[in-house]
């Protein structure tokens, strides 16, 4: 398997601009996670799926952040209008069934707004 | 709400010693679970260790091995004959069985591995 595949591997958008985020999971796997790393404030969880359906979205910073996942292999995260302070590496990771069993996280996505 | 501290923001150690990261968490549940995660340069984070709170017996996983007090909550992570590999940010993380799959992360330790 090829892992959780992300893209972009590094975008750079102006402030106002649509950003959207895309993710494969892991074959199989039923859950997914999106996470927000920064400097500031380290590795957040913003929302996780399991079978395609939203849990918790209660980490998504403000109604700029939407995040879908249409079917069990894709899941995407948008931002609009972007903001500067959105700037920050943007993690997926997927698992298997629940409780205890590893993430497996996809390479990132840097994410800069100028 | 559980809280994951790592009281450590940056540790060096020279190749080939052994050395140990802290980690404590706060929880009231009793059953749940820890890890530690390696994220080095390449930015890919990866699970280093995992244990169960429910067995007693500490997790060891080739040169890693944890040392789990859970009276204390407290999950540190040896790391034996470090090896230059070895350097990365290390992130201790906490998943309580109610918590629904949701796993809290610590501010991470910078590990430097000095030749």
């Known amino acids: 398997d090829a892992g959780v595949i992300q893209s972009p591997r590094h975008e750079v958008t102006e402030m106002g601009q649509e950003v959207t985020l895309r993710c494969k999971p892991i074959?199989?796997?039923?859950?997914l996670f999106w996470y927000r790393q920064t400097m500031m404030r380290g590795l957040e969880l913003l929302i996780y799926?399991?079978?395609?359906?939203?849990?918790?979205d209660s980490g998504m910073p403000e109604d700029r952040f939407s995040a879908k996942m249409p079917n069990a292999s894709f899941s995407t995260l948008k931002i609009q209008p972007s903001e500067p302070r959105d700037s920050a590496v943007y993690f997926c990771?997927?698992?298997?069934?629940?409780?205890?069993?590893?993430?497996?996280f996809g390479p990132g996505t840097r994410l800069t707004v100028t | 709400a559980q809280t994951v501290t790592q009281s450590q923001p940056e540790m060096s150690v020279q190749e080939a010693e052994t050395v140990t990261l802290s980690c404590t968490y706060d929880?009231?549940?009793?059953?749940?679970?820890l890890f530690w995660y390696k994220q080095p340069p390449s930015r890919q984070m990866i699970l280093v260790i995992r244990?169960?709170?429910?067995?007693?017996q500490n997790a060891t996983e080739n040169r890693f091995s944890v040392n789990f007090q859970k009276a204390a909550k407290s999950f540190s992570l040896k790391i034996s004959d470090s090896q230059l590999g070895d350097t990365a940010m290390y992130f201790c993380?906490?998943?309580?069985?109610?918590?629904?799959?949701?796993?809290?992360f610590g501010p991470g330790t910078s590990l430097s591995v000095i030749p």
């Open positions: 799926f399991n079978n395609n359906v939203p849990i918790d």
């Open positions: 244990q169960e709170a429910y067995k007693q």
């Open positions: 074959s199989g796997h039923d859950y």
């Open positions: 990771a997927s698992s298997t069934l629940h409780h205890s069993y590893e993430q497996y």
């Open positions: 993380a906490f998943e309580g069985w109610t918590s629904y799959d949701k796993v809290i």
């Open positions: 929880t009231s549940e009793n059953n749940y679970y």
